[in-house]
C-alpha cells in the first residue's frame, strides 16, 4: 500500500518512558478545522522525511495527519522522528484553523509486530493509550491516525477494537480525534470490524495501490462501497487518492514537470514506462463523487503535490466549494463560437432551427449553426432558439438540444471558474459524450468534474 515505508531519519527528539505519561508542554489544542460545504473534509498526510510544512496550502485542507511515529511492543512510541518539524507544522495548522493528527504505524516495510505485541495484552494496550495522551497533550495534537497495517481477521482483529475503543474513550473526552487508515478491499479489510465505526470520527480509505490502470475511478469508488457495504456511514468514509504513480512511484510533481499537460490525463509515458496516476479530471471526479456519497477526500501525500494551477489540493478544494469563483450568469450579450475539447465548436445539426435539433460537437465553420449569443437571463441562443436539456432531464446522460427559449431551468447555464458550465436544475454540466471530440459527438449533462470535455470557452 502507499504510505508504503518509512525513511528513517537521524533526528530523535522525544524518548517516551515505558509506561509512563509525557509531561505536557503546550495547552491543549482548541482550534477549529476549517469548514468545507456539508463539513467536507479534506485530510492530507506530511511525512516526517519529505517537504516543507511552509508550502502546504493549509487554507484548502481541514486536516493534516504527521507521518509516522512507531509503537514498541510494551506501549511505548518509538521516538518521533523531526519533531521540530510537527511544532512547526502543529502551530502553522492551528493559525489557519487546521486540525492536525500524528498517525502512528505505516507500512513499515510490512513489520507490524509492534501493534501486534502491544495491542495482545489490557497492560500494554492501557500503556499505549497513557503514552498516546502524553504525547497528545506535549505537541498540541487534535487527534490521532491508527494506521495498523494490518490487523487480520481473528484474535488481531479483536485486539485491535479493543484497542481502537479504549484510544477512542481517552481522545474523545478530551474533545480529539480517532481516525484510521485502512485498506481498500480484500480479505484484510475484515480485521477492522464493524464495532470499530462507533469508535472512530472517520475511516481514511487508502484506495490506492490497486486496480487497472492505478487507483482508477471505478476501483476506487468500489473500495468506498466495499466499506460502506460492511456498515460503515457515509459521513465516516474518506476516499484516499492517490498523489504518486505505479508503477515507477513518480511523484505527480515530478510527473507534470515532465510535461504540464500530463495533468490532464492519468497514464503518461516517462522514461520508457507506462506510468499511472490520478491526474486532474479524475481527482476532480472523484472529489465530485465523494461530496455526495462519503464524507471526504484524503491525500498520500502533501509533498507530493505540483504547484498552482495543477495542483491536486487545490483542485479538491475547488470542486468541493464550486470552483475558484462563485457561479455566475455567463457575461451577457456577446456573441460568437463556444469551443470545447480539441478546439471543436458546439454545433447545431444540420444547421436546422427545429425544435429538437441535437446540439453536437464539430469542426469549426463560422456558421450561424455554430454563432451563439450568451444571455443576460443565463442562456445560450442561436438560430432563434435557446440550448435546453430534454425533457427538462436531470439525470446523467439527458442529450441536449435547441429549443424554443421559454424562461426554464433546462435552459439556463451558469458559468464555473473551472471552465465548466453546469445547469442549475440539474447540478450537472455540459458534456461531450463518451469523452470524445468527433465530429457529430453529441453534448449531453453529466456529473461536473471538470474535464477536458467539460471545459468550454464562450464568446
Not at 487545490?314 to 460568437?336: C, D, E, V
Request: net charge neutral; proline share 4%; charged share 10%.
Amino acid at each position: 500500500m502507499a504510505k508504503r515505508r518509512r525513511i528513517a531519519s537521524a533526528a530523535a527528539a522525544l524518548v517516551v518512558a515505558a509506561g509512563g505519561l509525557v509531561t505536557a508542554l503546550a495547552v491543549q489544542g482548541t482550534s477549529e478545522a476549517a469548514v468545507l460545504p456539508n463539513n467536507f473534509r479534506s485530510v492530507g498526510y506530511m511525512p516526517s522525511w519529505a517537504g516543507s510544512v511552509t508550502s502546504i496550502q493549509y487554507s484548502k485542507l481541514t486536516h493534516i495527519n504527521y507521518a509516522f511515529a512507531l509503537p514498541n511492543a510494551n506501549g511505548t512510541l518509538q521516538p518521533i522522528e523531526n519533531t521540530s518539524k510537527l511544532s512547526q507544522l502543529v502551530s502553522l495548522g492551528h493559525q489557519n484553523n487546521v486540525k492536525v493528527s500524528l498517525a502512528i504505524g505505516g507500512w513499515n516495510d510490512g513489520n507490524d509486530s509492534g501493534f501486534e505485541a502491544m495491542a495482545g495484552s489490557a497492560s500494554t494496550r492501557t500503556t499505549f493509550v497513557n503514552t498516546v495522551m502524553g504525547v497528545v497533550g506535549q505537541y498540541n495534537l487534535d487527534g490521532i491516525d491508527i494506521d495498523w497495517e494490518y490487523p487480520d481477521p481473528g484474535t488481531s482483529g479483536n485486539n485491535y477494537t479493543a484497542l481502537m475503543q479504549q484510544l477512542g474513550n481517552a481522545l474523545h473526552a478530551q474533545g480529539k480525534l480517532l481516525t484510521a487508515a485502512v485498506v481498500s478491499e480484500g480479505g484484510t479489510a475484515n480485521g477492522v470490524q464493524p464495532a470499530v465505526f462507533n469508535a472512530v470520527d472517520w475511516l481514511n480509505i487508502m484506495a490506492y495501490d490497486g486496480g487497472s490502470p492505478h487507483a482508477n475511478y471505478d476501483w476506487s469508488i468500489a473500495s468506498v462501497n466495499f466499506w460502506k457495504g460492511r456498515g460503515l456511514p457515509a459521513s465516516k468514509a474518506v476516499l484516499g487518492v492517490p498523489f504518486y504513480s505505479r508503477p515507477g512511484y513518480k511523484t505527480y510533481a515530478e510527473i507534470v514537470a515532465v510535461n504540464p499537460a500530463f495533468a490532464n490525463q492519468d497514464c503518461a509515458t516517462i522514461n520508457g514506462v507506462n506510468e499511472c496516476y490520478n491526474g486532474l479530471p479524475t481527482i476532480r471526479r472523484k472529489t465530485q463523487w465523494a461530496m455526495a456519497n462519503a464524507g471526504g477526500i484524503m491525500n498520500w501525500e502533501l509533498s507530493q503535490d505540483a504547484t498552482g494551477a495543477n495542483s491536486l489540493v487545490s483542485a479538491i478544494y475547488a470542486t468541493a466549494t464550486g470552483g475558484t469563483n462563485p457561479p455566475t450568469n455567463p457575461p451577457s450579450g456577446r456573441t460568437g463560437r463556444i469551443t470545447g475539447i480539441a478546439g471543436k465548436c458546439v454545433d447545431i445539426a444540420a444547421a436546422s432551427s427545429a425544435n429538437g435539433t441535437a446540439v453536437q460537437l464539430y469542426d469549426c465553420n463560422g456558421t450561424a449553426a455554430q454563432t451563439w449569443t450568451v444571455g443576460a437571463d443565463g442562456t445560450l441562443r442561436a438560430l432563434g432558439k435557446c440550448m435546453d436539456v430534454a425533457a427538462a432531464g436531470t439525470a446523467n446522460g439527458s442529450l441536449v438540444q435547441i429549443y424554443d427559449c421559454n424562461g426554464t431551468g433546462a435552459q439556463t447555464w451558469q458559468a464555473q471558474g473551472d471552465g465548466t458550465l453546469r445547469n442549475p436544475s440539474s447540478g450537472r454540466c455540459l458534456d461531450a459524450s463518451n469523452n470524445s471530440s468527433a465530429n457529430g459527438t453529441r453534448l449531453q449533462i453529466w456529473d461536473c468534474f471538470a474535464g477536458a470535455n467539460q471545459r468550454w470557452t464562450l464568446p
